[in-house]
Nanobody
Framework: QVQLVESGGGLVQAGGSLRLSCVVS????????MGWFRQAPGKEREFDAG????????YYGDSVKGRFTISRDNAKNTVYLQMNSLKPEDTAVYYC?????????????????WGQGTQVTVSS
C-alpha cells in the first residue's frame, strides 16, 4: 500500500518562505510523477506544481510560477515544495499526490494516491 505523508506546514508572515516535504512509502516511488495541490476553505482543490518521475520535467500553476519550486529526491522517497514570497491568498491545506504512470500533469483525476494534507497559513 502506498502512503504519502506531508510535513512542513505552519504559520508564516507574508513575504516569508516554507518548504513542504512529502515522504512516500513503497519501493516504486521513483516511477511516480508527483504533484502538489492546495485547497482553501470553500474552494475547489487547485494544482500548484508537478514533477516527472526523473525530475527532469516540472510544471506549475499560474498563481505560483516564479515563487514555488518543486523537486524530488528518489533516494529518500521524498518530494519537496519550496514556497517563497508567500501571500495571504496562499493560505490553504496543501496535499501531495502520486501518479503511477510517471507523466507530469495538472489534472487532479490523474493522480492515484494522496496524502492527508498539511496546513499553511500566511498572515498579512
Amino acid at each position: 500500500q502506498v502512503q504519502l505523508v506531508e510535513s512542513g506546514g505552519g504559520l508564516v508572515q507574508a513575504g516569508g518562505s516554507l518548504r513542504l516535504s512529502c515522504v512516500v512509502s513503497g519501493r516504486t516511488f521513483s516511477n511516480y510523477a508527483m504533484g502538489w495541490f492546495r485547497q482553501a476553505p470553500g474552494k475547489e482543490r487547485e494544482f500548484d506544481a508537478g514533477i516527472s518521475w526523473d525530475g527532469r520535467t516540472t510544471y506549475y500553476g499560474d498563481s505560483v510560477k516564479g515563487r514555488f519550486t518543486i523537486s524530488r529526491d528518489n533516494a529518500k522517497n521524498t518530494v519537496y515544495l519550496q514556497m517563497n514570497s508567500l501571500k495571504p491568498e496562499d493560505t490553504a491545506v496543501y496535499y501531495c499526490a502520486a501518479d503511477r504512470y510517471g507523466d507530469v500533469s495538472g489534472i487532479e483525476t490523474r493522480y492515484d494516491y494522496w496524502g492527508q494534507g498539511t496546513q499553511v497559513t500566511v498572515s498579512s
